[in-house]
């Protein structure tokens, strides 16, 4: 293939940067802030960062299962609005938003129930010195208040999703800022009892997160429903609660994989984490600061990842099936080169990262080893992220549950289980398999992108 049908002119990479640089600006101040978030609770001790980790990897679960359900209605909403029909994409809309109230009493209801037994999964292994039973009292408190936060994420998650499939970036960029620096000075004001306030350790950095919430979902309601004029499918939104039979059913059968697919997908993720905890507390907290700072240095994947689904969606639903293709490959090969040089950058500040953290010296050596793997690792993901993107676009979503989930279960996960539980292979040596066997996920990747069967317009029967 010529070299030339990945590079695009200068409109597509003006196109690009107008959509994607707002959704980095998000994306990279959440994780920067996450991770100062994380070095606050480091601050507290191995046990408290832990016990963070853990209840996050948990939860993750529940938020990754309201992506997966939401993205399903996502593919038909941007596939109504890149055809202009408001009604269809105003359905959509009302879809999500059962969905999500319905999986947030769940969610709520299975946490305070099973909660502490979840996260005693991840404390079998060795102490390496830290208190195993601090560890989760200090879950238990972190969680019991982050439940409060269940229902606004979901709140704004199909808010923003909704305009996001419009092309609106900007407004959830700015919801999303807010809420991370009111988040960011509660944690300061809250973990550590500052300004008069009390010193509440973990139960301060979860409170700091519930409130953060609240503000972002306050403003993202004030700018949707005072910007009606822009965002078409909000007016009448309330009117009715119909959404009509057919579209429900063409919606729950595309998305059902989708859900299969985020539920599985993070539960395989939490599964690997905890083989991990099979090494010890030092593990955990290593394997905690690598993934925060890991989320730092992907938030050009992610935004990549968004302006597919955008874009490319968007171009199906208005039957342009060969403009969906051409931007396709130059996204994909632009997220690849991108991350190569990302990589790179992860690598040369692995030494300096850990430095951040009040941690042992042996935590702190683990965790430069474990940043340089990962940053070796970033552009093998990053193709993969944007190829998933690729055929969830077009509805294919039976081959993402195969491509992602499936694949998940049957090699990482399995390969995570058998090197922890069968082996004395140190955890860096186990962390590089993990990573690098996706490898062959590029590969199967790579030749499903060489078909043109994912460039599918999911709408046009939607709408007889």
């Given at each position: 293939m010529k070299l030339k049908r990945f590079i695009g002119d200068r409109a597509f990479?003006?196109?690009?940067?107008?959509?994607?640089?707002?959704?980095?600006i998000q994306q990279g101040i959440t994780s920067f802030v996450n991770l100062l978030d994380n070095v606050m609770v480091?601050?507290?001790?191995?046990?408290s960062i832990s016990a963070v980790a853990i209840v996050n990897q948990i939860i993750m679960v529940f938020n990754l299962t309201i992506f997966g359900g939401l993205s399903g209605a996502s593919i038909f909403g941007a596939q109504f609005c890149g055809k202009g029909d408001w009604e269809g994409q105003r359905h959509t809309f009302r879809f999500k938003m059962y969905f999500g109230v319905l999986v947030s009493l769940i969610g709520i209801a299975v946490f305070m129930l099973l909660g502490d037994s979840f996260i005693g999964l991840f404390l079998q292994g060795e102490s390496d010195?830290?208190?195993?039973?601090?560890?989760?009292?200090?879950?238990?408190?972190?969680?019991?208040?982050?439940?409060?936060?269940?229902?606004?994420?979901?709140?704004?998650?199909?808010?923003?999703?909704?305009?996001?499939?419009?092309?609106?970036?900007?407004?959830?960029?700015?919801?999303?800022?807010?809420?991370?620096?009111?988040?960011?000075?509660?944690?300061?004001v809250l973990i550590f009892g500052h300004l008069g306030f009390p010193a509440m350790g973990v139960r301060g950095a979860a409170s700091a997160t519930v409130i953060s919430r609240y503000v972002e979902l306050a403003y993202i309601l004030w700018h949707a429903h005072s910007h009606q004029g822009r965002y078409r499918f909000l007016q009448g939104a309330y009117a009715s609660g119909?959404?009509?039979?057919?579209?429900?059913?063409?919606i729950s059968v595309t998305g059902l994989p989708l859900l299969a697919n985020e539920v599985l997908w993070s539960l395989g993720m939490t599964?690997?984490?905890?083989?991990?905890?099979?090494?010890?507390?030092?593990?955990?907290?290593?394997?905690?600061?690598?993934?925060?700072?890991?989320?730092?240095?992907?938030v050009i994947m992610f935004a990549m990842g968004n302006a597919v689904a955008i874009l490319v969606g968007q171009l199906l639903g208005a039957g342009d099936k060969a403009g969906a293709r051409d931007v396709d490959s130059k996204?994909?090969?632009?997220?690849?080169?991108?991350?190569?040089?990302?990589?790179?950058?992860?690598?040369?500040?692995?030494?300096?990262?850990?430095?951040?953290?009040?941690?042992?010296?042996?935590?702190?050596?683990?965790?430069?080893?474990?940043?340089?793997?990962?940053?070796?690792?970033?552009?093998?993901?990053?193709?993969?992220?944007?190829?998933?993107?690729?055929?969830?676009s077009g509805g294919k979503t039976g081959i993402t549950f195969l491509f992602d989930a499936v694949y998940t279960w049957a090699v990482p996960v399995a390969l995570a289980y058998f090197l922890t539980r069968y082996t004395a292979l140190p955890i860096l040596w186990v962390y590089f398999a993990v990573q690098f066997i996706d490898v062959v996920k590029v590969v199967v990747g790579a030749l499903m992108l060489r078909s043109d069967f994912w460039a599918n317009n999911v709408v046009n029967s939607a709408e007889k």
């Open positions: 990479y003006r196109m690009v940067i107008r959509l994607v640089i707002p959704l980095v480091g601050g507290l001790g191995t046990e010195g830290g208190n195993i039973a601090l560890t989760l009292q200090e879950g238990h408190d972190y969680m019991s208040i982050m439940l409060w936060g269940l229902l606004p994420f979901v709140l704004v998650q199909t808010y923003v999703g909704t305009l996001r499939e419009t092309g609106e970036t900007v407004a959830p960029m700015i919801a999303s800022v807010t809420a991370i620096l009111v988040n960011l000075v509660l944690n300061w119909f959404v009509p039979r057919d579209l429900m059913r063409r599964f690997i984490n905890q083989s991990y905890s099979s090494r010890g507390l030092s593990a955990v907290a290593a394997i905690n600061i690598t993934s925060t700072a890991w989320n730092l240095f992907c996204l994909i090969f632009l997220s690849t080169c991108i991350h190569i040089g990302m990589g790179l950058m992860l690598i040369l500040c692995s030494d300096l990262i850990p430095l951040m953290y009040n941690i042992q010296p042996a935590v702190r050596e683990l965790t430069s080893k474990l940043l340089r793997v990962a940053g070796l690792a970033l552009p093998i993901h990053a193709y993969s992220h944007v190829v998933y993107f690729t055929i969830r």
